[in-house]
């Protein structure tokens, strides 16, 4: 009721105030009675668009291969290379295989563990994935379980939190619940690499016998290696000899 009176009021009053100034003089120009016009909405500035993983990730894979950290024996005694069994023998044999490697070796090795029943562990590089898009698929169908080594293999111990999650989320996340931080690079198991790692529902997996195949070394020493220690056995996709030495373990 009172706004409806106010409403027919203001005129009215504006056309006093005109004549008002008009009869003074204190007005040059004319007088709106309008009301204000609206103040016109800021223009719409259009998101950017969303960076390709080429611009968030630096480091891109070069025919199919990743960087290969060769650990240190300073590394090792800062504990960045953790065994997660027990110290002593373990005859229960748990392979890996980490990164990348060419098509005929890694199906081969999927062949040889096919042939023997057994289940490995593949930490995949989301690199490696978008490379070879049937490879995922491949390893699942052959009953492998294809597991989280982020996406472009960084050192996660020089990244930010928000970087560390950006590059797990981009990582192979297909059913796994373990993830590897590339070189074994973590900060424990309270660290935040292991709790960022939890967010995804992941926990981190490293080894018990690093085979060195990276290196090059020869079958018949991580044969030795594996037979002597067991436990979890780290093999790279891209070992000179993996194939061997899994034809003779498996
Ligand atoms: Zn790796």
């Known amino acids: 009721m009172h706004v409806q009176e106010g409403r027919v009021l203001l005129p009215a009053a504006a056309a006093a105030l005109v004549l008002l100034a008009d009869l003074v003089g204190f007005v040059e120009g004319p007088i709106e009675s309008a009301p204000a016009a609206v103040e ?23 025919n199919g291969w990743v960087p290969v950290f060769i650990p240190t024996a300073a590394v090792i005694r800062a ?4 065994p997660t069994t027990t110290a002593g023998y ?41 490379r070879y898009p049937w490879l995922i698929p491949q390893l699942q169908a052959a009953g492998q379980l294809t597991c989280n080594h982020t996406y472009s293999h960084p050192d996660l111990r020089r990244l930010s939190n928000a970087a560390i999650r950006a590059e797990i ?16 690079g973590w900060d424990g198991p309270r660290g935040r690499i292991a709790l960022i ?43 000179l000899h993996t194939l061997e030495a899994v034809q003779a373990l498996a």
């Open 169 to 184: 989320a981009a990582g192979v996340l297909a059913g796994c619940p373990y993830f590897r931080p590339p070189y074994g």
């Open 40 to 62: 016109p909405a800021p223009p719409v500035i259009p998101a950017p668009p969303p960076l390709t993983r080429a611009e968030i990730f630096a480091q891109l894979p070069v």
């Open 79 to 82: 504990g960045m290379a953790v």
């Open 90 to 130: 373990n005859p229960n044999l748990t392979f890996t295989f980490d990164d990348c490697g060419d098509p005929a070796t890694v199906g081969a090795i999927v062949d040889v563990l096919q042939q023997s029943q057994r289940q490995a562990l593949f930490f995949i590089t989301g690199q490696c994935r978008d």
């Open 197 to 239: 790692a939890a967010q995804f529902g992941l926990r981190v997996l490293l080894w018990d016998v690093d085979t060195r195949d990276w290196a090059g070394a020869g079958a018949a020493t991580m044969v030795a290696a594996v037979r002597a220690r067991g436990g979890v056995v780290l093999f790279h996709l891209h070992g």
